[in-house]
């Protein structure tokens, strides 16, 4: 009896076999939350403020989904977090225009500093490996 078996879930992982999904996920869950509230923005901001913001938490989704999947990750990671700053910005002056109320800022600042929590991690322990001068040093060692 030949019964179809589904492929394991393939996930990007570390080096210590760790999965890093976290801040994907992270960031696709903002997203999720986002694209609603944007659609509610009045006609003109949606397609420029709204626009902007959404493109750029895309962006950074590709960008993380890129440094799951590669080696040479520092420089995504620098480049996601230097776009989640823009979001940050982008957020507050979409509050402080009376585009989004105070829950929602407050929620989504959450979600920004969460998601950048996860990649400042990642991008911490990207810059710990490799590096002599970052590396435990052993007390026996002479």
Not at 109 to 126: F, M, T, Y
Request: net charge positive; glycine share 6%.
């Amino acid at each position: 009896m030949n019964q179809a078996v589904d492929p394991p879930e393939q996930r990007p992982e570390s080096r210590t076999g760790r999965t890093n999904v976290a801040a994907v996920e992270g960031c696709y869950q903002l997203l999720l939350w986002l694209i609603p509230v944007l659609d509610n923005l009045p006609r003109r901001q949606k397609f420029q403020l709204g626009d902007r913001m959404q493109a750029t938490a895309m962006q950074v989704l590709d960008i993380l989904v890129a440094a799951a999947y590669t080696r040479e990750r520092s420089a995504l990671l620098q480049q996601a977090n230097l776009e989640l700053e823009k979001l940050r910005l982008w957020i507050r002056l979409a509050h402080e225009l009376q585009l989004l109320d105070f829950k929602r800022y407050e929620h989504a600042a959450r979600l920004i500093d969460d998601l950048g929590r996860q990649v400042g991690g990642w991008l911490r322990s990207q810059q710990g490996r490799g590096h002599p001068s970052r590396q435990r040093i052993d007390a026996k060692t002479p």
